[in-house]
């Protein structure tokens, strides 16, 4: 039965065609002024002088010949556009206006299922909000932080929170792929490399893990990141100065330290394997244990030189540009320590023998990383 007014209601495919109307409406200012006006300023402010479509039009053109096998770059210094880059750039120029609005709604889901736990389409949703958002390194380091310290301890087992830090540094050297000029990036990588896999709670699991994946120190893998971060700050000047600038620069100096610390310990334990063997009568076994002790001692002495010379030409750099006393008490305090073990290792090296290593054992200490 229809009501008195019923016949006043316009009909249903009027009012769909009205909201129609107004949503390509909306689009219509919304798109080109994002477009024209918004987001060439913005491009502009980071660098970038091309507008999104050119950026869509030379990616479909360079992504081919990457995925061939060259390389090519936009400009000079500039990320490499890949094959795999087109759905983001596809996607930015489709959502237009609406953007913002569905990576805010991407941001709310993707912290509400981390509390709840939710981990099946995490990486998904952390993919689009740094693809929609690239040109901002602080999104790729705040949701590498979560990759690499919040969601991992959500886990009991060792490796499957390694299988979540290292999704971390992939996920940051994508990030550092489309931001090569990044130096908060590349401090972030670093700081996962030493903090979270050199020096937390499970690190001689993570520790084990690295070298084996990788063949090398996680403290050497941290210091060339770290070592990027301090190069590319001099060239672009992103960190600014003072005390967020030295600390970051002073943490390339730490991790060489650490990894010589790390090899102190190695040669400290191979050591006592040669002093463990001889007192079992395995003096043969003894012997080729002091032999590999004395090639890591070499080793070990020439790490700590190298730690030493990082933190006085640091020492001298910030001397120059007058950093408060306390900032630069802490270039020296440390600068002093790896001089200092230089000249105790350079000592033991010239006093050490097969014979009398039992005795100078004893008054050997394994250091510890802290």
Known sequence: ????????????????????????????????????????????????????????????????????????????????????????????????????????????????????????????????????????????????????????????????????????????????????????????????YSEKLGRSQEAEYYRRRVREEFGRSVFLIAYEWYDLTRQLNERYDSLGRGLGKSVQYRQACHNLSFYARELTQEMYDTFADSVKARTEGRDADARKAYEAGVTQLDETIKAWKWAWRDWRDETVRFEKEGIMALQLGVFRKFGDQAADMVRQLETLRGSLTYDNLPETFEKMTRPEIQ
């Open 1 to 192: 039965m229809s009501g008195p007014d019923s016949g006043n209601r316009p009909p249903w495919h009027r009012t769909l065609l009205l909201g129609l109307a107004v949503v390509v409406g909306l689009m219509a200012v919304v798109h080109p002024l994002r477009r024209w006006v918004v987001e060439p300023r913005r491009q502009a402010l980071l660098g970038h002088l091309e507008t999104p479509g050119r950026r869509l039009a030379l990616a479909s053109q360079f992504g081919f010949a990457t995925a061939a096998g060259v390389s090519i770059r936009l400009a000079p210094g500039r990320p490499v556009s890949e094959l795999s880059d087109l759905p983001a750039q596809a996607m930015t120029l489709i959502l237009g206006g609406f953007r913002g609005p569905y990576v805010m709604w991407l941001w709310v889901r993707v912290e509400d299922e981390k509390h709840k736990k939710i981990h099946f389409d995490l990486i998904d949703r952390y993919t689009k909000i740094a693809m929609l958002q690239s040109d901002y390194p602080q999104v790729w380091t705040f949701l590498g932080w979560n990759l690499a310290w919040n969601l991992p301890v959500q886990w009991q087992s060792l490796e499957r929170r390694y299988q979540w830090i290292r999704r971390a540094t992939e996920f940051l050297g994508e990030g550092f792929r489309k931001n090569p000029h990044s130096a908060q990036i590349a401090a972030g990588m670093g700081r996962i």
